[in-house]
Each structure stands twice: as structure tokens, then as C-alpha cells.
């Protein structure tokens, strides 16, 4: 089948997905939490629902690239606390999907993001620390159960735990490379986790797979130009364009 005919999509339509496929090569490797202008984009063209079970094969394939590109930095005793909450939020998630229509998905995970972005901002005030948070407190364990939950439930439902794990990223103290490497890893297993699930609801066929083999290549430039924006970018800013880019993120989930 032509990919350039499914779902009666038009050259202008490609184009926009095209683009999209690139933001999110530059989100995965320079501003985590850009990718959900790409959600708000392929919501636009495709069919809600179906466009979730696109743009995911193309988020593991910027998920491949940032992980050859900061495999060194990742923080894995964040991950491995992080997981079994997640793997919650992702069950959670698909059964909401079962019932929840596009509006109160939409509204839900927009309401969440906004919150997410005030609690961190509010967490800005005190001063900035250096390592990621302890592991064995009760209030970082605490946190890292809530967000990894939200996360998982985000992640699944709209493909928009980009900026909930970035939220907890940032207010566990994590610096810029750190960041990256810890975030690329924890999203390359979870979208793959995810497979199963979003194919058992149908969002994953083989026209959406043929279209995913037309946009993937455009992942790569965006990532490219990722990798050498970040290394330009000094952590103040790197945190303000995280922070703008969730806030950004959840007024489209909500006002779309």
C-alpha cells in the first residue's frame, strides 16, 4: 500500500508528520518534553486513537538514537526504583483506554502535566543540588512511586510521559547529560514494553507500521541537530526549555 494514501493523507499532511518525526529526534536528544508538540501534530492529521499506535515505533527509534548518544550518562538506581511503578501506571493506562474517550484523556493528562510543571517550578526556589536525590528516603521513594505511576499512566494513554518523567528528572537534582542518559534509556524500555499492549488494542496494525517506515528517517536529522544544540545550551536554560516545553505540552492536551 502507498503510505502516502493511508488514512487519505495529503502531501501538506506528510509533510507536517514529517516534521513532527523530526521534533521528536531533537526532543529525545536535546529537550525531553518537546516531543508532545509532535502528539499534538499527529493527533491533528491522523485519527486520535490511531495516532498514538504511529508515533510510538517512531519514539523508539529516537529512543535508540539518544541512547548511542548518552548510554554513559544514565543513572540506573533512578531507573530501576523508577520501573515497577511505571509498569502500574502502563496497566493503569490501558484500562483507561478501554472506556475513556479523546476528550477526558486529553483533559486528564493535560491537567497533569501543568500540575507537574508548578510543582517543579515551585521546587526551583531552593537551591540547586547536584546529585540525583537519595534512594532509601521515604519522601524520594514517595516521589519516585508517584511520578513513576503518572508516568506509566501518561506514557500509555497519549504517548505523554515525556514530560512527567522530565518533571522528576529535573527535581531530583539531575544535571544535563544526566539527564539525557537516564531519560533514554528509562523511554527506549518502556515504549518497548509497550508493544504488546497498544498492538492488543489495535493501535499498532500493518498500515500503521508502513506509514512508520515512510517518517522514521526524518527522526535522524532531528536528533543529529539534538546532539550538537545541547552541548550549546548552558543547565539554566536547558531547565527553563524542559519547563516551557511541558507547560506548552499540556495546554495543547487541554485546548486541542
Request: glycine share 10%.
Amino acid at each position: 500500500m502507498n503510505t502516502m494514501t493511508l488514512w487519505h493523507i495529503t502531501g501538506w499532511q506528510f509533510a507536517v508528520l514529517a516534521f513532527a518525526a523530526l521534533l521528536v529526534g531533537f526532543s529525545k536528544t536535546a529537550v525531553s518534553g518537546a516531543n508532545t508538540v509532535s502528539l499534538a501534530l499527529f493527533a491533528a492529521v491522523l485519527p486520535a486513537r490511531a495516532s498514538t499506535g504511529v508515533l510510538l515505533p517512531i519514539l523508539i527509534a529516537g529512543d535508540l538514537l539518544a541512547v548511542a548518544t548518552y548510554r554513559r550518562h544514565a543513572h540506573w538506581p533512578t531507573l530501576w526504583r523508577l520501573f515497577p511503578a511505571v509498569a502500574a501506571g502502563v496497566v493503569v493506562g490501558t484500562v483507561f483506554l478501554l472506556w475513556a474517550d479523546d476528550a477526558i484523556v486529553r483533559t486528564s493528562i493535560g491537567a497533569i502535566l501543568l500540575l507537574m510543571a508548578a510543582v517543579t517550578v515551585w521546587r526551583r526556589r531552593t537551591p540547586d543540588t547536584e546529585e540525583p536525590e537519595s534512594v532509601t528516603t521515604r519522601p524520594g521513594r514517595l516521589k519516585a512511586r508517584s511520578y513513576g505511576v503518572l508516568g506509566g499512566f501518561t506514557t500509555m494513554v497519549a504517548n505523554a510521559g515525556g514530560p512527567v518523567m522530565s518533571m522528576y528528572l529535573l527535581s531530583a537534582g539531575f544535571r544535563k547529560l544526566g539527564f539525557l542518559g537516564t531519560s533514554a534509556f528509562f523511554f527506549l524500555i518502556v515504549n518497548v514494553s509497550k508493544l504488546p499492549f497498544s498492538a492488543g488494542l489495535g493501535l499498532i496494525d500493518g498500515r500503521s507500521l508502513l506509514l512508520d517506515l515512510a517518517l522514521v528517517a526524518f527522526v535522524v536529522p532531528g536528533a543529529l541537530f539534538g546532539t550538537w544544540a545541547v552541548h550549546r545550551i548552558n543547565q539554566r536554560l536547558f531547565e527553563q526549555l524542559v519547563i516551557a516545553a511541558t507547560v506548552v505540552g499540556g495546554l495543547q492536551l487541554l485546548l486541542r
